[in-house]
């Protein structure tokens, strides 16, 4: 990566992440989002020679970010194939699992990909290039109710049923290929003195919708409890609720409904330690140097290699 460039992605709570792994020098890592490599940069700074890392990422583009180290591999895949890609490497269990879940700058800043509403650009968010369902495809092809359940779920918006009339109509008319079509669309909708919150949930809901976000997430945090070794350790950054939301239950009783399983004497059933009472969030700092984290949420939890069923 050329140093004098524009920074691809700022990792965010960086320290606070790198500690919460509790990484071992000789230890063998995953960075399920590998991105612009900053967090990966910082893990391979606490290793040794013998240490390894490998770094998730299903854009083509994050590989030019790849450091030339012998202890690091760049693994092209989407995360939910954690256990596979792994085994295929020869690697059946790992000390540390990192995940950042934000989309990087890269991603946002990079005009012709579509992710933002700063740009008008064509209706892409695929970050996986290779991938079939793009932004255009959802706004135009899939049905009312469809559309309706992506935005009130995904993106919690209020009024979905109104999005959707608007999107209707003017579908029919001509199909909406661009970010301008679709802002001009929906702005009769649109909250006055709200815009910018109101397209980016609008922006998310889509954007999930393409990528299948929450369903590859649920996938990676179900096979963490395969990969991990006990006393390993999971971090993940999460950046809007329903992320969040998945991420704690899942620490707290090692299931996505967050209901607690109890054995015969009651006692509750869980193969974490959850080291994260609250959620940590950036420091007023790290805000003023990146305003982007500023949604930011850490939550990590040890393995402690128990099943449910034991």
């Not at 299948?212 to 990969?227: F, K, N, S």
């Not at 299931?255 to 059933?269: A, E």
């Not at 990146?290 to 990590?300: D, E």
Request: net charge neutral.
């Amino acid at each position: 990566m050329n140093p004098n460039s524009e920074p691809y992605h700022i990792p965010v709570l960086l320290k606070e992440s790198l500690d919460l792994l509790d990484l071992q020098p000789g230890g063998i890592y995953a960075d399920l989002t590998f991105g612009g490599g900053g967090h990966s940069r910082g893990i391979l700074e606490r290793l040794s020679p013998k240490g390894r890392l490998y770094g998730f990422d299903q854009d083509c583009d994050a590989r030019r970010n790849a450091p030339q180290d012998d202890r690091f591999c760049f693994v092209e895949s989407n995360f939910r194939f954690l256990h596979g890609a792994l085994r295929y490497r020869g690697v059946t269990a790992v000390d540390g699992i990192l995940a950042d879940l934000g989309v990087s700058s890269h991603h946002f800043d990079t005009q012709q990909r579509g992710f933002s509403f700063r740009f008008d650009a064509p209706l892409d968010m695929r970050m996986n290039q290779r991938a079939r369902l793009s932004a255009a495809q959802v706004i135009n092809d899939y049905d009312p109710q469809m559309l309706m359940r992506i935005f009130r779920e995904y993106g919690e918006l209020e009024g979905a049923h109104r999005i959707v009339r608007c999107i209707e109509q003017q579908r029919t008319q001509h199909p909406i290929e661009r970010i301008g079509e679709l802002i001009d669309t929906v702005a009769p909708v649109t909250p006055r003195g709200a815009e910018s919150k109101f397209l980016a949930k609008l922006f998310q809901a889509i954007r999930i919708e393409v990528n299948g976000e929450m369903d590859a997430l649920e996938m990676m945090l179900e096979q963490t409890l395969r990969v991990l070794k006990p006393g390993g350790r999971l971090v993940v950054i999460t950046y809007h609720s329903l992320e969040d939301r998945m991420v704690k239950n899942f620490m707290r009783s090692g299931n996505f409904s967050g209901t607690p399983v109890k054995d015969f004497f009651g006692r509750v059933q869980t193969p974490w330690q959850v080291l994260t009472r609250k959620a940590l969030v950036p420091s007023a700092a790290e805000l003023e140097r990146n305003p982007r984290s500023r949604s930011a949420k850490l939550r990590a939890a040890l393995y402690t290699g128990e099943s449910l069923s034991d």
